[in-house]
């Protein structure tokens, strides 16, 4: 078939080919509405060149299994971001049940930011990234950043996971989830 | 201080200047380390030229409320995905408990396929994007998407909320979550 002028053929849809006519939602709807999605509790760590740091985060997500890859969404304001970025390592610990204090203190809970102070609520091992690793966490994933994307406020760190603590074999014990502004102990 | 030779400098260390002499760990360690990673239980709606679609995942995360965005990893396999792709629109719809039972379905349990089928287990509205939204959901996210990353098997869809459904004033209600493999209500 030929045509002297050519078909006009519409480009493949764009992933960000979504309505363009709505606008965003508020902020507060925005925080209301995830208040209702729960969440795994992890305290994330890293080391940097001041040692040790690290914060309570619940946005935490596995990608994949090929390669073993999970993700990290943190505020660029956040203290142990620039320890992430320029080490490129941190490690995930999901906290259990019991570990709740130490969760809100790794929060900021009463304007604590000194890091040596934060750990020492915790005991803490290493494994293979120097990241430090929470005794008594429900599981530990020790990591490697190989990835990063920025979106508004915050980094996402899409990190290859080089080992695990706690995953393997266990079952049991108290997940902490954090589920309409509170604490649910789940197990 | 001036030096014939220029002093060598290391450069700038990269987001994925971690360990490189060890290696990710195996699957299977990865698998039973994220099923210690307690999660909500969400059904991913979207609308394609066969219309609607959906499945039931829980790689969805909150990433920044400037702009409110989400995000939810999706194997490129999963039948939805071409049309999360083409239509650039999707719908988080967290599960309540009492709909365990059709997080299972859209999870292909029994092998099924058939997306009227899988819709007729529940009741569906529509907010601004034309992806369903689940009637009776602990919260749903009306999303157009606005970036997508690709990383191994899976694409991670970035995702700005144009409406949310059960989120402002609401509290209370039984959220699903999935943790060390089987489901639990936590209210």
């Given at each position: 078939m030929s045509h002297?002028?050519?078909?006009?053929?519409?480009?493949p849809a764009a992933p960000d080919a979504g309505p363009t006519s709505f606008h965003p939602v508020e902020r507060q709807v925005y925080r209301d509405g995830m208040?209702?999605?729960?969440?795994?509790v992890n305290i994330i760590t890293s080391?940097?060149?001041?040692?040790?740091?690290?914060?309570?985060?619940?946005?935490?997500s596995s990608v994949t299994d090929s390669?073993?890859?999970?993700?990290?969404?943190?505020?660029r304001t956040v203290q142990a971001h620039k320890a992430i970025s320029t080490s490129g390592v941190l490690c995930v610990n999901t906290v259990a049940g019991p570990q709740e204090g130490l969760a809100m203190t790794f929060a900021g809970a009463g304007g604590n930011k000194d890091m040596?102070?934060?750990?020492?609520?915790?005991?803490?091992?290493?494994?293979?990234?120097?990241?430090?690793?929470?005794?008594?966490?429900?599981?530990?994933?020790?990591?490697?950043?190989?990835?990063?994307?920025t979106i508004?406020?915050?980094?996402?760190?899409?990190?290859?996971?080089?080992?695990?603590?706690?995953?393997?074999?266990?079952?049991?014990?108290?997940?902490?989830?954090?589920?309409?502004?509170?604490?649910h102990a789940v197990s």
């Amino acid at each position: 078939m030929s045509h002297a002028v050519a078909e006009i053929i519409p480009p493949p849809a764009a992933p960000d080919a979504g309505p363009t006519s709505f606008h965003p939602v508020e902020r507060q709807v925005y925080r209301d509405g995830m208040a209702r999605l729960a969440a795994a509790v992890n305290i994330i760590t890293s080391t940097g060149e001041d040692g040790w740091c690290g914060f309570t985060a619940s946005a935490v997500s596995s990608v994949t299994d090929s390669p073993p890859t999970l993700l990290v969404c943190v505020n660029r304001t956040v203290q142990a971001h620039k320890a992430i970025s320029t080490s490129g390592v941190l490690c995930v610990n999901t906290v259990a049940g019991p570990q709740e204090g130490l969760a809100m203190t790794f929060a900021g809970a009463g304007g604590n930011k000194d890091m040596k102070q934060r750990f020492a609520g915790g005991s803490w091992t290493e494994l293979v990234t120097g990241a430090p690793v929470l005794a008594g966490s429900i599981v530990s994933f020790d990591c490697r950043v190989t990835n990063v994307s920025t979106i508004g406020t915050h980094d996402v760190f899409f990190c290859e996971v080089l080992a695990v603590c706690g995953g393997e074999g266990a079952t049991g014990g108290e997940a902490l989830v954090y589920f309409d502004r509170k604490f649910h102990a789940v197990s």
